[in-house]
């Protein structure tokens, strides 16, 4: 990171804390590696590393020139069907586009045809997935808030991706789904369900023949995207455990206040402080409480996202497969068949400029969608990490008031809290 | 660990640094200020546990722990701590001399021993009474039963107990030469008994009770406390899963890896460290135990007591009754049915002689019943006196002792708090770093 002014021998020291001790005297440190003052809120120091990060950030957010927002779901009912309708806001200072400000409706579906479009259009490029149809495994209902506000978010990022895509953010479609107040009879034009049909047909044909070979890079970035996928499996599984074991935590632990409360009522010198533990643990239950929430917010949705990315490059490496493929054959017949040679050259030509334009698309979209992935989830586990940090200050917060409460009851010994 | 008896006021803890041990021992310098003149002579501690094998009552080889009882006069100023006398003690040698103690005292709440077997363990804790933690627990658990007797006004003069600390050989002859086993049989009968005080003393009702509503309710936060350890284990054991896939994530990454890497490490070590605040949350509940089994104490006490009052007014009722029937005996009228009444009636009078002897027997009886009431006064109002005057005492260190504790609990979550964002904070840092 440029610019950054902790030294390189910081995570040497770091990694020397396997011992109880050693960690003491890392926080009984005054000072950091670097000499500036360790704070006593850990979320200052974080702050601290988070603003220079977020200067790169604003870089890219000067060069923004559209702006996209999913918003306002509402119900639909209508004889045959219930659905739900987002408000999509557009704002761009973009000449090709007719004007500055644009307001329309979109269903789900409308983002099915757009992803699909532009998938057609580009079958080597990543575009960003969409949120999952309809989850049954969790018994979510279709109409629930929280899983309208889930994929509206979803939705949102959705558009946000494409439209910082520095290929499809221009993409016809895009700017039609956009802007038209009425998306139906542009999905009505272009290539239908039969020739998605046809191109599906000459992909499993083609795949049956199987690959001559995968181009060294190719094959690198295919074992990448498996085992990326593999990870990603179990980070989203292993999220959604820990937030499952810690609801039953909480569970657990509110349990304590009525029992302290009724103990406090047995007693008379001891009521107040047994009541003061009852409220420390109300209290630490609800920060609890709130850091479930936003991991199931924040981190639960990044990581989902990315399972979903995983699909995708799946897909975009089968298709780039597939379009190698149909050159080599074509390429084969070339070099068996003696006759209609010219015209075979003519499609092997075609199929070898398509096969290069898709690598090459492939290739330069990597590197972006690389690049975009480690921001994103590195910024997802920082910020669970900061909110769980969050939490562990308001509960010590809540035991100090609660010592503070004590000292001042009994009013004797005063020293210097630590 | 008491190495040193401190004469100092106890100040209220308001280090948030402070360790278990150091919390300890702010408690055992609560009981030793009281100096009583036991404790003005002598240091005591139980410093050590050793495991012995040897063969039992039905000659059958077992293992058992013994403990080490360190015995140091009190320190003089400037002077070098002499070497202390020591001796050792198993188990079953202080649950003799504590029914030594309840039997001999009856009117005195008897602190009590640790735990015989792990109770409301939470998965991971061994129920093992020879598991290293447990001993270690009952280790302290002793210390804290020999310096609670030896800090009390009353069973520190007791002869028995002093020859627990001093005669290693010699003191099982002397307890049992006290005979007080006769009496055990005999309180364990009454404790077991069911009868009806008719004018039931409020106040030791009120203690009864409240004593029975506090063994409920620190029973439930025992429980509740098994259970919250157990799901908190979860939770942490999961995030071991996390620094697993960082780990195996790292390994395919170019750029971020070395940062995945570090918080992998990190996160395992997070994992980890839930052993450590479990083994200190213990101790926490180990004092919450000491008081649940005070409770049993104290009811014993209440019952004693009950039994006492039932004596007075069964002898009290016994003394009216005869003399009722010397009344009629004397008076010739028969308000009162009695056999012999009905057999004098049904078979005519007896003669004078018979009457005069029938009335000098009763006559005797009555003097002795009177005796017996006025004992039995005596000795209720004895039991009462001196029980009151303990349970005062025992309020007090109950007040003392558990604003403590929740203290040091708080302490400890703070402690805990700072411990955890710690981790946390460093694998924040990690991410930062390296990409």
Redesign the interface.
Known sequence: MSGHTVPADFSEHMLDLDEDEDLEVFTKNTSLPDGSPLPNSPSSMVNQYRLEDDDEGKEDANTKDIFVTVDHPESQVTAIETFILYRVVTRTTRSDFDSSEYEVRRRYQDFVWLRSKLEEKHPTLIVHPLPEKFVMKGMVERFNDDFIETRRRALHRFLNKISEHPILSYSQHFQVFLTAQDLAPHRKQGPGFLSRMGETVRAVANSVRGLRSRPEEFAVMQEYVDDFSNKMCCMDKVSQRIIKEQREYVDDLKQYSPTYARWGELEEELTEPLKGVASCVVQCSKEAEEHIQHLSEVLVPALHEYVLCAETLKAVMRRRDNIQAEFEAKNEALLTRKAEQEALQEEVDVLADRMEQANNSLKGDWVRWQHSMKTDLRSAFISAAEKNVEYYEKCLAVWESFLVSQRAEAGGGQEDVA | MADSVSRE????I????ITSTESENNIINTMVERGTALLRKLEINVAEAEKRTGKNTVNMQETYTVYLIEIRPAETEGGTPAAPDTLWRRYSEFELLRTYLLVTYPYIIIPPLPEKRAEFVWHKLSADNLDPDFVERRRVGLENFLLRVASHPVLSNDKIFFLFLTEEKGWRDAVLETGFQDKADSRLKSLSAMFRVKNPDKRFTALKQ?SD??NS??S??LR?RA??AD??Y??YK??G??GR?FS??SA??K??G??LQ??G??MD?YAASID?ILEEEEHFADQLKEYLFYTDAVRSVCRKHELIQYELEMAAQDLAQKKQQKEELATGTVRIFSLKGMTSKLFGQESPEQKESRLAALEQSIQEGEETVKEKNTECQEFVRAAWDDIEHFKEQ??KD??EA??S???M??SM??????F????????????
């Open positions: 006021e106890v100040a209220v308001s280090n948030t640094d409240y509503e506090l309710v620190i439930q936060l509740i259970r919250v799901r908190l979860g939770v999961v995030h899963n996390y896939v195996e994530w395919i990454e750029e971020m070395d940062g570090s918080a490490h990190h070590t450590d109950r007040d558990l604003r929740l203290i609990y708080a302490i979550q703070i708090c700072k411990k955890v964002w710690t946390i904070l460093v694998c924040i840092l990690c991410m930062y770093i390296n990409s």
